[in-house]
């Protein structure tokens, strides 16, 4: 059975190292990032080289691809998507539309990625910015402030990906809203009431609950657990994304390498499988970090199996005709809320 892990590697192809490490460790899938994606011919061949790797046509490799400034592949080999926050804008003005926009976008991202052998991408971010919270992290790729329309606007993402064959991924569980800082470079901590939390952040995931796929925030929630990030505590993972939430799709770890995360990264990993998540998202490692992660990795088994299948068994089959026309209604449902 596969690693419970998801690995990139470190050039634009694999190294003869790299392919031998992937053959041996056995993760479940791959991610990509922006120097995988030069153009769809090579995003095809490396994913080939990945699932090569580990004998599996259907690893699952995941991907980034948001829309606005959080986007893999990039202008102008590939078309731009808009920012996640035109939806909202949009939605001011007239909420059918917006859906209808979410949708279509959600598509027009599906058939990207698909198009070229992905077969995740890591939307819908349901989180909800508030006052002050981090521009870089939040900003621009949050639907809305208002928990109802980010449900609204994530759920129609969802629909319109996997119709266009990807599967998503909803994040950050269990909010990543009152971040203050940027996890990636430090250790954000939120001090809001359960309460508080109960009726605004957690509101989009637990409408979306039924998604099959999440991913956890490096965030320490003080009112539930004082001492560690979600990524890293029984308590959020089962008490919040579990529990309150009621989350139970394949959940991954968001980017173990991030600085909010202390400690080797053997253990940050030991310690995400001991929380209850079921995937360790192990980005950017050198092959030397690989090495020394590989002790580290447990087995796919028991529920967290259950659900990677559960996950992948929502995969379609796709028509792959031309997207020119359905680009061009999207540009014109968006164009109001660009003004």
Known sequence: MPTAAIFDCEGPRLSAEEKAFFKDADPWGFILFARHCEDADAIRAHCDELRDCVGRDDAPILIDQEGGRV???KPPVFPAHPAPAVFGELWKLDPEKANEAAKLNGYLLGRLVSDSG?????VPMLDVPQKDADAQVIGDRAYAKWPDVIAALGEATMDGLMEGGALPVIKHLPGHGRSLCDSHHE???VCNSQRDLNSVDFQPFKSLRHARMGMTAHIVYETYDAERPATLSPVIVNDVIRGEIGFDGLLFTDDLK???LGGALSDRITGAYDAGC???LNCNFSMDEKKQSAAALRP???KSAKRAAAALGQMRTVDRGDT???YERLNALIKPALV
């Open 71 to 73: 986007a893999r592949m």
């Open 300 to 302: 796919l088994e028991g």
């Open 118 to 122: 992905v077969t995740v991408n890591c």
């Open 187 to 189: 250790l954000p901590r």
């Open 324 to 326: 020119r026309e359905a």
């Open 258 to 260: 991030m600085k909010a």
């Open 278 to 280: 079921d995937i360790a």
